[in-house]
């Protein structure tokens, strides 16, 4: 079959249209944004021990200096950690933690074709081991070392000892002014007794002198 110049043109233009979108086909993976592929911890999981890491992974690989990064605690703080270690499509964020309740590990990246992507990962810890609260957040277990304390334990039972041995010192300081009274009293009688015989023996006297007068 003979080809006219208007079957070769036509020809052409197939051709290169077809080449045009094979070519599209293969770039548009290239291009594409990243997405957000899955989490460690999952997003809005409610978990009994806080983890010491949250892992996040992409459909594309990561440009570590581009992304930004920020762990925020139940009240909205900034929390103050290590800096992300990323490996190919994902990022791995060492945690800190401040009080039980809910985190946001909230990140910003490039895709390859300069697509800027926004998201977050939010769970919810029920407890902090010690060794991942962040600094100045930690419990000082002053209350619990003084609840186990011994000096602090016994300081009841000494109190009631004091209090026991100021009442005794009180009853016998009460034992001693009775006996006080009573020697007291008992010295104002013999005094008196003593003081009763002299003046009865002086007025027998003076008596017997005056009868012995009259006789004469």
């Given at each position: 079959m003979?080809?006219?110049?208007?079957?070769?043109?036509?020809?052409?233009?197939?051709?290169?249209a077809g080449g045009a979108v094979l070519a599209l086909g293969l770039a548009a993976p290239a291009?594409?944004?990243a997405a957000l592929v899955g989490t460690d911890p999952e997003d809005g999981a409610t978990l009994a021990t806080a983890p010491p890491?949250?892992?996040?992974?992409?459909?594309?690989?990561?440009?570590?200096?581009?992304?930004?990064?920020?762990?925020?605690d139940p009240a909205g703080e900034v929390v103050p950690v290590e800096p992300a270690?990323?490996?190919g499509d994902t990022f791995t964020q060492p945690m800190l933690y401040t009080t039980p309740g809910e985190y946001t590990v909230a990140f910003r990246l490039y895709s390859e074709d300069g697509h800027r992507?926004?998201?977050?990962v939010r769970f919810t810890v029920e407890s902090i081991p010690e060794a991942l609260y962040a600094p100045g957040a930690?419990?000082?277990g002053e209350a619990s070392e003084g609840a186990s304390d011994p000096a602090t334990a016994d300081e009841p039972e000494a109190t009631t000892d004091a209090a026991t041995s100021a009442a005794g010192d009180?009853?016998?300081?009460?034992?001693?002014?009775?006996?006080?009274?009573?020697l007291l009293g008992l010295l104002v009688v013999v005094v008196g007794g003593v003081?009763?015989?002299?003046?009865?023996?002086r007025k027998q006297q003076t008596d017997d002198g005056r009868g012995g007068s009259d006789a004469v």
């Open positions: 003979l080809r006219t110049p208007i079957h070769r043109a036509i020809a052409f233009a197939l051709a290169a291009s594409a944004h890491e949250v892992a996040v992974t992409f459909s594309e690989i990561l440009d570590g200096p581009s992304t930004e990064i920020a762990v925020t270690v990323f490996e992507v926004d998201d977050a930690a419990p000082t009180a009853e016998e300081s009460n034992t001693g002014a009775a006996l006080a009274a009573i003081v009763l015989v002299k003046t009865l023996g």
